[in-house]
């Protein structure tokens, strides 16, 4: 079954940066555009971030967009996050998810999540 | 941006029991509409996409209706691993959005 993995969370002081991953197995990876979606504690979901398949289009919430950047290595079948000039309100739960069909065939619509990896902007 | 609202926030039921829940979308969103159950701690999971299309494994108790701005779901009788928060979700353009979340709970 379809496995997604995130790695690189912790604890970064405000100001600082962080950079996620989430490495895919058991699908062609290249295939589908994936997102990052977070969950801040108590609270609902948070879409960040997509990335078309071939890392050619990208899109952003306005409550990051121009601090953090999503690429994938398909060669790696990895997806990135890279998170700077972190706030408080960036703490969450961040998970990476894969889209339902091919390109936008099934919407954008998430079918596989990883576990998620929490990450706590805090002095 | 498309605002989706859930309805109702917070729902107390029995084992048994049939549940609804409902979600509107701020504007049309050509039924690419998801819901997802999420447990504590756990990863949201895939219950239903494109607005009625059961997702491979989920059980047929569990179905999804609606069209343009009004949509559905329905638990046929609940089961005790059901008792879970639900999102709505919309896919129709970006950003994405989620409804605020539906907790379930037992009465």
């Known amino acids: 079954e379809v496995q997604l993995l995130e790695s690189g969370g912790g604890l970064v002081q405000p100001g600082g940066s962080l950079r996620l991953s989430c490495t895919a197995s058991k699908f062609t990876s290249s295939n589908y555009a994936m997102a990052w979606v977070r969950q801040a504690p108590g609270k609902g979901l948070e879409w960040v971030s997509s990335v078309d398949s071939d890392g050619g289009a990208t899109y952003y919430a306005d409550s990051v967009k121009g601090r953090f950047t999503i690429s994938r290595d398909n060669s790696k079948d990895t997806l990135y996050l890279q998170m700077n000039s972190l706030r408080a309100e960036d703490t969450a739960v961040y998970y990476c998810?894969?889209?339902?069909?091919?390109?936008?065939?099934?919407?954008?619509?998430?079918?596989?999540w990883g576990q998620g990896i929490l990450v706590t902007v805090s002095s | 941006d498309i605002h989706m609202t859930q309805s109702p926030s917070s729902v107390s039921a029995s084992v048994g029991d049939r549940v609804t829940i409902t979600c509107r979308a701020s504007?049309?969103?050509?039924?690419?509409l998801a819901w997802y159950q999420q447990k504590p701690g756990t990863a949201p999971k895939l219950l239903i996409h494109a607005a009625s299309s059961l997702q491979s494994g989920v059980p047929s108790r569990f179905s999804g209706s609606g069209s343009g701005t009004d949509f559905t779901l329905t638990i046929s009788s609940l089961q005790p691993e059901d008792f879970a928060t639900y999102y709505c979700q919309q896919g129709n353009s970006f950003p994405i959005t989620f409804g605020q979340g539906t907790r379930l709970e037992i009465k």
């Open positions: 504007q049309g969103i050509n039924n690419w």
């Open positions: 998810a894969k889209y339902y069909g091919p390109g936008t065939s099934g919407g954008r619509l998430f079918d596989y």
